[in-house]
């Protein structure tokens, strides 16, 4: 007897060995980034987060790289720069399709659809802009080079009849925005994030700051232009200390790697993802909107295979 159960001991310590080498010759990289945006965005603190759980969950080394936006993410992804990226839906959707910043096809797949990011156009308290005609002449940051920000801000500046070179445009990203706002050098800029996003809510502690209306109408002609990756939203009162609801846009937000990343890569990312909800949530609040119903809507970008069978094994 006593043979027996120490044979079979040593037959599960060995299937057990044999099962984790398996995994972990997935991860043959030494390093591992996470193409992240700015560092006082929602992105940052997301991959920053997620960069920590995956490194002490399956013992490598990940890290969440500052970038420029959504198109500096899937640009890097789909060259094997960075292992995950962050991208709003309507970005990633023109990177599979190879359109809008893209000259051609990106090797860009959906791991999952994480939450929705807002679009914030920000200025005083008390400045006189009270919509996006007034913006005309005036300088104002429309996001940063190669960012989804960018993108978004030129396609609802046309729907509202706003010529975006009527624009003085310093192209900054959203920490550079809020410290050029806070030395008066701009008067205003776009933002597309969660809500609330680190950087502005910090902003709002120190001066008043009010978000322009983005009207329906609007959103309806760029969803006919582009890819109907948009709905209408509200950014509730309170969010920065706003007095009342402002109407705007939201756009989904997904995590994406390349096609050829390893299924069982994506699968631990996952696995991390979901059982560590809790823990992400405490240090990012968009994390806990992570929810396994609506991850694998991700269309037009295709789910990655190991993504599929993440999602599949979850239901059998």
Known sequence: MRRIVAGVLVLGVALAFAACTSRASEWTGERYAIASGGST?????????????VSQARAVDVVAEQT????????RVSAGEAL????Q???AADAV?????????QDVTAVARLYDEYLQVVVRGDSPVDDLADLAGMTVSLGAENS???????????AAGVEAASIRDPQLGLGASIAAMEQGEIDGFFWVGGLPTPGIAELADTE?????????EWVNEVNDRYSHAYRPADVPAGTYGLAAAVTTLAVPNYLVTAGSTPPAVVRDVLATLFDDRTTLAQQVPAAALLDRRSAIFTGPVPLHPGAEEYY?????
């Open 41 to 53: 965005g929602v992105y940052f603190a997301y991959g920053t987060a997620v960069a920590e759980a």
């Open 68 to 75: 420029a936006g959504s198109v500096d993410n899937l640009l």
């Open 84 to 87: 995950l990226g962050f991208a």
């Open 89 to 91: 839906g309507d970005a």
């Open 97 to 105: 399709a190879g359109t809008g910043a893209f000259t051609e096809p």
């Open 148 to 158: 989804g920000v960018n993108v978004i801000a030129g396609r609802v500046l046309a």
């Open 208 to 216: 008043a700051v009010r978000l322009l209306p983005i009207e329906q």
């Open 312 to 316: 599949r094994d979850l239901r059998d």
